[in-house]
C-alpha cells in the first residue's frame, strides 16, 4: 500500500457520538471534560501520554504521539449520542455510580447538556434490557435514514466539521452472518424487507458508513465484521475497527500468554471467572448475550499460543470463561485466572492473577484514543478495517482469511510502525545490528 500523499489538517470541531450512553460513554466524556480544565490526567489513553520513538534509538527522538501526529485537540471535540434511556449525560453517570460525585459535579454543567437522541433498539438482540426514549419507523431502511438525519442534525446544531462513532452499547446475542450480510446490496435489501438479522448496532453503523463517520465497534457482536459492512467501509471511503474493546482480564491474558510462550512453558489449563455487577454484568447474564462475549474472550488465547505450532505445551490445554452477574460490586468488577502451568521435565507450576479493576475506568481512555485515531485516519485517507488498532480489541478485525494478532506487544509495535509510516519515518524494527557494525 502506497503511503498517503497529504493527511488533512486537523481543523475544526470534532463530533464524538456514542452509541450508547451508559458507563462506558458518561465515564469516557466527563474525563475529557475535566482534563482540559486541567483537574485530571487521561491516564491510559496512548494519544493522551504515550510517546514513540523515531529513527536510531542513539537519536533520542522520541515526541509524544499526539506531538507527532495531527490529532484532534480534547478541546475540539463534542460529546453526543443515542441512549434507549433518557437520561442526559450527568444523570446517566450519577446512575452509573463510576466517578465520583465530586468530580461530577465540576462538570455538570457541561454534562448536563449533554441529551441523547433516540436510540435504535430490538430487544430480540439485548433481552436483559427494555428502555422508552426509542424510535420507530416503516422499516430498518427507515432507522438508518432516522440516524443519518440525527447525524447530519449535531454536525450542523454544534458546527462541527466531521464526526466519528463509537459503539458504546451492550453485548447483543451471539449471531452468525447471515445471506443479508454476504454484500452491500444484499444488506440493502434487508433493510427494506426487516431482515430479522439485521441487528440494531448494525443499523448503526450501516447509517455512519454511508454518512462516511468511522465507526469502532467496542462489544464482541458482529456490526461490522461481516462482507456487507467492509464493502461500504470500502466504497464510502470510511475506517471501521472492532471488535469488543480489551480492557481487564483479556488484556492480562494478552500479556501474559505472550510471556509463557516466549520461554516455552507448557500450560494445561487456564480458568477465567469474572464478577461485575453494572448493565453490562446484568446483560451478560442472559445466556445469548455471554455466548457473544464468551467467544470473543476465548479467542485470544488460542490464537497466541498456536497449540498446531507447539502440541507439546499447548494441545491439550483446557480453557474456560465465566461470567457472574454481582450487583454489589457495580463497576468495580473483579477477573480471577487460576493458570496450570508445566516447565522443565514437565513439573508443575501455578499462577494466579486476582485484577481488581474498573471496568469503565479501563474503557474510557480507549474510547477516546479509537476517536481520535479513526478521525486521523479518514483524514489521512484510510479506509475499511483498520487492524493496525488491534491494539485495543479483544478480537481484532482482520481481512478474511487473516489469522488475527493478540499479543499486546506486537500489537503496539504494528500500531506506532503504522504511524511511522502514514509520516514517512524509517520503521522500527529492534534488530540493533546497526549499532555494532
Same mark, same amino acid.
Given at each position: ?18 452509541? $450508547? ?22 491516564? $491510559? ?24 501526529? &495531527?490529532?484532534? &485537540?480534547?478541546?475540539? @471535540? ?69 440516524? +443519518? ?12 466539521? +466531521? ?20 454484500? %452491500? ?48 467501509? +470500502? ?5 471501521? %475497527? ?29 480458568? &477465567? ?26 479467542? %485470544?488465547?488460542? @490464537? ?17 470463561? +465465566? =461470567? ?43 474510547? @477516546? ?20 488498532? &488491534? ?18 506487544? =506486537?500489537?503496539?509495535?504494528? @500500531? ?22
Amino acid at each position: 500500500m502506497q503511503v498517503p500523499s497529504t493527511i488533512t489538517p486537523a481543523s475544526g470541531r470534532v463530533a464524538v457520538l456514542c452509541a $450508547g450512553m451508559g458507563a462506558v460513554a458518561t465515564t469516557f466524556m466527563a474525563g475529557v471534560l475535566l482534563a482540559r480544565r486541567g483537574l485530571g490526567q487521561p491516564i $491510559g489513553s496512548l494519544t493522551q501520554m504515550g510517546t514513540i520513538r523515531l529513527g536510531p534509538r542513539k537519536d533520542g527522538r522520541a515526541p509524544k504521539i499526539a506531538d507527532f501526529i &495531527s490529532l484532534a &485537540s480534547l478541546d475540539d @471535540l463534542v460529546f453526543g449520542g443515542w441512549d434507549i434511556f433518557p437520561d442526559d449525560a450527568h444523570a446517566a453517570a450519577v446512575d452509573a455510580a463510576v466517578l465520583s460525585a465530586a468530580d461530577l459535579d465540576t462538570v455538570r454543567h457541561e454534562l448536563a447538556q449533554i441529551k441523547p437522541m433516540r436510540a435504535v433498539f430490538d430487544p430480540a438482540y439485548v433481552r436483559r434490557l427494555d428502555g422508552s426514549h426509542v424510535k420507530t419507523g416503516k422499516s430498518k431502511a427507515d432507522l438508518v435514514e432516522q440516524l +443519518r438525519d440525527d447525524i447530519r442534525a449535531f454536525l450542523r446544531l454544534h458546527e462541527c466539521s +466531521r464526526a466519528v462513532c463509537i459503539w458504546c452499547g451492550s453485548t447483543e446475542v451471539f449471531q452468525e452472518p447471515a445471506p443479508c450480510h454476504a454484500s %452491500a446490496q444484499a444488506f440493502e435489501r434487508g433493510l427494506l424487507a426487516n431482515d430479522s438479522a439485521i441487528s440494531s448496532s448494525q443499523i448503526y453503523a450501516w447509517a455512519c458508513m454511508k454518512e462516511g463517520v468511522p465507526f469502532a465497534n467496542g462489544a464482541p457482536n458482529l456490526t461490522v465484521d461481516f462482507p456487507a459492512a467492509w464493502e461500504l467501509a +470500502r466504497s464510502c471511503g470510511v475506517p471501521i %475497527a472492532g471488535k469488543d474493546f480489551k480492557t481487564g482480564q483479556t488484556l492480562m491474558k494478552t500479556v501474559i500468554a505472550p510471556a509463557l510462550k516466549a520461554r516455552m512453558l507448557g500450560v494445561r489449563g487456564w480458568f &477465567s471467572t469474572n464478577i461485575l455487577g453494572n448493565r453490562d454484568g446484568e446483560v451478560l447474564d442472559d445466556p445469548g448475550s455471554f455466548k457473544t462475549k464468551e467467544n470473543s474472550k476465548l479467542g %485470544a488465547l488460542e @490464537l497466541i499460543l498456536q497449540p498446531k505450532l507447539y502440541p507439546a505445551l499447548y494441545d491439550e490445554i483446557f480453557h474456560k470463561v +465465566r =461470567i457472574e452477574y454481582y450487583p454489589p460490586r457495580g463497576d468495580a468488577k473483579e477477573g480471577w485466572d487460576n493458570i496450570d502451568l508445566f516447565g522443565w521435565l514437565g513439573y508443575p507450576m501455578q499462577l494466579k492473577v486476582d485484577f481488581l479493576c474498573r471496568d469503565s475506568i479501563l474503557a474510557a481512555p480507549l474510547v @477516546l484514543d479509537l476517536a481520535l485515531f479513526l478521525d486521523f485516519a479518514k483524514r489521512a485517507g484510510l479506509s475499511g478495517t483498520q487492524e493496525w488498532l &488491534s491494539f485495543y480489541w479483544k478480537s481484532p478485525m482482520t481481512a478474511p482469511g487473516l489469522t488475527p494478532e493478540h499479543d499486546l506487544f =506486537i500489537q503496539l509495535k504494528k @500500531l506506532k510502525n503504522t504511524l511511522r509510516w502514514l509520516k514517512g519515518e524509517q520503521l522500527i524494527t529492534h534488530l540493533g545490528n546497526e549499532y555494532y557494525d
